[in-house]
């Protein structure tokens, strides 16, 4: 048996551990903050490209040494108002989505129905879900948020009244608490609105 003196038994040790760390972090595919990525503006869908938005995006996604944004093919730009109108930016990492935010034109209902409709997949029934000041009505919590807003009046498109739902989704998070979650989620839900409300050439004020 080889004998190991005292003085190097530490060092070795250490070494051994930190290959280990290192063999961990690599085989889990986890970055560390030194390696995380910076959104941009520039590499942002149009519907999040605002500062507040771009604020939010890089502290609630997780870690990732690279992101992806797609979006809908600008079709979203009608002449005017119509009722086939959608827009949708997803976020990625490899294949995984990480967030996607997507807005669609809907026959204006009554707001409980949305919000039954938009949050049926919230986890616990619907726990820690609460309003905000938006739109005809606002709902937030730590995984997704949503706003349902005005866009036209009967008369202007066949069928009715039309309202925009837009709904924003968090599929992995970052490590901040709840509470900024939250907050990072309205203020990407209200800038996909804002957009959506401009895009779709809605007559209604927004109420945002």
């Given at each position: 048996?080889?004998?190991?003196?005292?003085?190097?038994?530490?060092?070795?040790?250490?070494?051994?551990?930190?290959?280990?760390?290192?063999?961990?972090?690599?085989?889990s595919?986890?970055?560390?903050?030194?390696?995380?990525?910076?959104?941009?503006?520039?590499?942002?869908?149009?519907?999040?490209?605002?500062?507040?938005?771009?604020?939010?995006?890089?502290?609630?996604?997780?870690?990732?040494?690279?992101?992806?944004?797609?979006?809908?093919?600008?079709?979203?730009?009608?002449?005017?108002?119509?009722?086939?109108?959608?827009?949708?930016c997803?976020?990625?990492?490899?294949?995984?989505?990480?967030l996607?935010?997507?807005?669609?034109?809907?026959?204006?209902?009554?707001p409980?129905?949305?919000?039954?409709?938009?949050?049926?997949?919230?986890?616990?029934?619907?726990?820690?879900?609460?309003?905000?000041?938006?739109?005809?009505?606002?709902?937030?919590?730590?995984?997704?948020?949503?706003?349902?807003?005005?866009?036209?009046?009967?008369?202007?498109?066949?069928?009715?009244?039309?309202?925009?739902?837009?709904?924003?989704?968090?599929?992995?998070?970052?490590?901040?608490?709840?509470?900024?979650?939250?907050?990072?989620?309205?203020?990407?839900?209200?800038?996909?609105?804002?957009?959506?409300h401009?895009?779709?050439?809605?007559?209604?004020?927004?109420r945002?």
């Amino acid at each position: 048996m080889i004998s190991i003196p005292k003085t190097y038994r530490a060092p070795i040790a250490l070494t051994v551990a930190a290959s280990l760390a290192v063999g961990i972090v690599y085989l889990s595919g986890i970055s560390t903050s030194e390696d995380r990525a910076t959104v941009k503006a520039a590499d942002s869908c149009s519907s999040l490209k605002t500062d507040r938005a771009i604020t939010a995006l890089n502290r609630a996604l997780p870690n990732r040494s690279e992101y992806s944004f797609d979006e809908d093919p600008e079709e979203a730009r009608p002449v005017e108002a119509t009722d086939t109108y959608s827009n949708s930016c997803f976020v990625r990492a490899d294949r995984d989505i990480l967030l996607s935010a997507r807005a669609r034109m809907m026959v204006a209902e009554p707001p409980n129905t949305w919000e039954e409709e938009v949050f049926k997949d919230v986890s616990s029934g619907g726990r820690r879900v609460t309003g905000f000041a938006a739109g005809i009505r606002g709902l937030a919590s730590p995984e997704k948020a949503a706003v349902f807003i005005p866009c036209v009046p009967k008369g202007e498109i066949p069928g009715g009244g039309y309202n925009l739902s837009v709904v924003v989704d968090l599929k992995e998070r970052g490590d901040v608490s709840d509470a900024k979650l939250r907050e990072d989620l309205i203020s990407l839900t209200l800038s996909a609105a804002n957009y959506a409300h401009k895009s779709s050439k809605c007559t209604l004020p927004s109420r945002i």
